[in-house]
């Protein structure tokens, strides 16, 4: 495809559960960025990976919250024992070269909603 | 790590008239400052960005003002249009990592 593609769109979880969302970037593209957007709020930044180097962790709220990218292509995002607060909407990014500061390209996002 | 406070959270003017909304950072070490729109129901969109290079850079009616030694930016509509009513965020670059401001909702008032 032509653009960052994100699957589901929507994805409704009992408390406790677990669920895994998907991103597949725009092909060739380096760099990936994971944020979740709570409802009228912001862009929170969750993980950025960029090629083959380890990627950067520090926006990860809990050890409930993992990433994972095979190579330059798709990556997982895994919520453990969902909770309430864990409702958002979750954005992926893919940037052709961050080295020399190009675009990110978002996805449409997969609103999570835990019951 | 980054910080980014993003001003004000709500905006509202007049169509025609100017908005202005504004974001400082923490790191000196900052190199890349974009600016997103993000309309209702729909993904970020990038509309503009500056380097730090560059102080001042212009779009049409979009212009974006970079003062690295005070460590903020600004972006500024000219002449706005109902149809730049939205939510902008200010981003910052360290490092490949993108960080985000909190957001300013615009309404432009027909």
């Known amino acids: 495809g032509a653009g960052v593609s994100q699957s589901p769109s929507n994805k409704v979880t009992e408390k406790g559960k677990d669920v895994e969302l998907r991103c597949d970037p725009i092909s060739g593209h380096t760099a990936l960025y994971w944020y979740r957007q709570r409802l009228g709020q912001g862009l929170e930044f969750l993980i950025y990976?960029?090629?083959?180097?380890?990627?950067?962790k520090s926006g990860l709220p809990s050890d409930r919250f993992s990433a994972e990218r095979t190579g330059e292509s798709v990556s997982t995002l895994t919520i453990q024992r969902t909770q309430q607060e864990d409702s958002a909407v979750y954005l992926c990014a893919s940037s052709l070269n961050p080295g020399r500061r190009t675009e990110a390209f978002f996805g449409q996002g997969t609103r999570l909603t835990v019951v | 790590g980054e910080n980014v406070e993003q001003h004000p959270s709500t905006l509202s003017v007049q169509e025609g008239d100017s908005a202005v909304i504004k974001c400082t950072y923490s790191?000196?070490?900052?190199?890349?400052f974009p600016w997103y729109k993000q309309e209702l129901g729909k993904r970020p969109q990038l509309i503009i960005d500056?380097?730090?290079?560059?102080g001042e850079k212009k779009d049409q009616r979009i212009a974006v003002t970079l003062n690295k030694t005070a460590k903020h930016f600004s972006l500024h509509i000219t002449e706005t249009q109902p149809e730049d009513s939205a939510v902008y965020f200010c981003?910052?670059?360290?490092?490949?990592?993108?960080?985000f401001g909190q957001g300013t909702e615009l309404s432009v008032k027909p």
């Open positions: 981003a910052v670059h360290q490092g490949g990592k993108l960080i």
């Open positions: 790191d000196s070490a900052s190199n890349y």
């Open positions: 990976f960029q090629g083959n180097s380890a990627p950067d």
């Open positions: 500056i380097r730090s290079n560059v």
